[in-house]
């Protein structure tokens, strides 16, 4: 399932004190499939982006279309019943563990398909299949959420969203608050759903994870696309004026080539890339 944005304008409060132009012009796809990684400092409009992918706002003008659904200013081209794409659409919200609300687990990741029309019974099975998937077992189905880890909880959110089952899932710093061992377990997990054909959008200003799991990235500056390519094609560049930094691995590899250990580096992910890429340079001589 693709995502498309079309002349994308976005305008809070208008026509008041306090109106501000969050997104200007944007002409922009997310193809079906892909690992996305959406970057840009504070204010240069991720955040409004993503929420138009499943119409939780609706552009003030232009339109975006996902798959058969349109979320568009124009009232004769938008899909008259938007609330089906928000379950092709799954949104993980920065902490989200703090959305967690039903006595049991099992309950909790079962509300979202019950929502959407499934049964009690069938429900249950895609939640227990989703808290299976993000790594708890079935000692968890009849815990309170709020009896859990922070950890814990934040698998149980995710699974919340993964029960519906979506086609496109976005989410927002996702290992915020999380510890190294963490991290590494929730994004390991985006790249399995990644891999079963899920499109992924990543917003983050961890530019590690950009380097690590996507396959493209958009930058984002003052409501703008500033650029959109490989990862490998950006870092190099200067990123300060977007408030970013280039992945270590990558400042590393440039360092080394600034006292003329040339080695290649645009398919660097990995500490474990960057170490094969030192040896074959040493065995080169």
Do not use: W
């Not at 049991?104 to 299949?129: C, I, S, Y």
């Not at 909880?153 to 927002?172: C, S």
């Not at 994004?187 to 950009?210: A, C, Q, R, W």
């Amino acid at each position: 399932m693709s995502v498309k944005f079309s002349n994308v304008f976005y305008t809070y409060s208008p026509k008041s004190p306090f109106e501000y132009q969050a997104l200007k012009d944007i002409n922009l796809e997310f193809e079906e499939g892909k690992f996305i990684g959406v970057v840009g400092k504070t204010g240069s409009g991720k955040s409004t982006l993503i929420q138009h992918i499943n119409a939780l706002i609706t552009p003030t003008s232009g339109s975006v279309i996902v798959d058969e659904f349109v979320n568009s200013s124009n009232k004769k081209e938008r899909t008259k019943v938007l609330k089906p794409l928000r379950k092709h659409v799954g949104l993980v919200f920065q902490f989200p563990e703090y959305q967690l609300f039903e006595e049991t687990v099992e309950k909790d990741v079962a509300f979202g398909p019950k929502n959407f029309g499934a049964k009690n019974e069938e429900a249950l099975e895609k939640a227990r299949k989703a808290i299976l998937r993000v790594g708890l077992n079935e000692t968890f189905f009849e815990r309170s959420p709020f009896e859990l880890s922070g950890g814990e909880k934040r698998k149980v959110a995710i699974a919340g969203i993964l029960a519906m089952e979506p086609k496109v899932l976005v989410v927002d710093e996702p290992t915020a608050g999380l510890d190294p061992a963490a991290a590494r377990e929730t994004m390991s997990l985006f790249k399995e759903i990644n891999k079963d054909g899920v499109t992924v959008i990543l917003v983050t200003h961890d530019m590690d994870l950009v380097a690590s799991y996507c396959d493209e990235v958009v930058v984002m500056d003052e409501g703008k696309v500033f650029t959109k390519c490989a990862p490998s094609e950006l870092f190099g560049r200067d990123l300060t004026q977007y408030s970013l930094q280039n992945p270590h691995i990558f400042d590393f590899a440039l360092s080394l080539k600034e006292r003329g250990f040339e080695i290649e580096t645009s398919s660097l992910k990995t500490t474990e890339d960057l170490a094969k890429a030192i040896a074959r340079r040493h065995k080169r001589g």
